[in-house]
């Protein structure tokens, strides 16, 4: 079970830039995947982030099946040393009511770079310690199938509806975050998902399949 990442420190949540993307391809299977890019404004560390769905189009907001993987890759480019303690994406899913408090409801996390125990970047043949120069890491999250924190029994996960400005709302979203150290600001890219799970019709009774099959 991935580690679960709560930023204790402060987090500079700078405006998103317009997504845009390059293009999209068909995966192993036959399906179609867009590539969707986007990246922190006044990042300090030049925090962007690309990911794949199934969404139409690159101006879609990053569209997810259940049981699919959230994959992508998070870039960071260092012109200078700079304290950075870790890098962690995570996706996390909240339900919103005015009437209740907010419940985060799905929260997995992948760890990418620590400073104590660095992973090696996708561009580089050796480990690094201060990031400087630009680093790439790879990530793949898989999306359960089911919860338990909105029910007292495990529940399939709610498909997406409603804004934040609405009184009740289901959001998903994913979320890079730079830890800076205790006396610096967090940075995190936030970016919205959209998650709608597919209904399979269950087998249909004796009397209906008759019917499908003699008319």
Known sequence: MPVSFSPSSPIARSSLRAMSGSSSFNDSLGCKRTVHTA???????????????????????????DGDVVCGSVHVNVAKKRSVSGISVSVHGRHSCLDTNEVTFLRVSQELWVANKATMPKNSGTYVRDLRGTNIWDFAIQLPMLCNKISEHNVPLP??????????AVLYEIR????????????????????RPRTVAGRPSASILHAYTCG
């Open 39 to 65: 990246a922190l404004v006044n990042s300090r560390v030049e925090l962007s982030t690309t990911v794949l769905s199934r969404a139409m189009s690159t101006e879609s907001t990053p569209l997810y099946h």
């Open 159 to 168: 498909p997406s509806f409603g804004t934040a400005s609405l009184p009740e």
């Open 176 to 195: 890079c975050v730079v830890r800076r150290g205790v006396f610096s600001e967090n940075e995190e890219l936030v970016i919205p998902l959209q998650y």
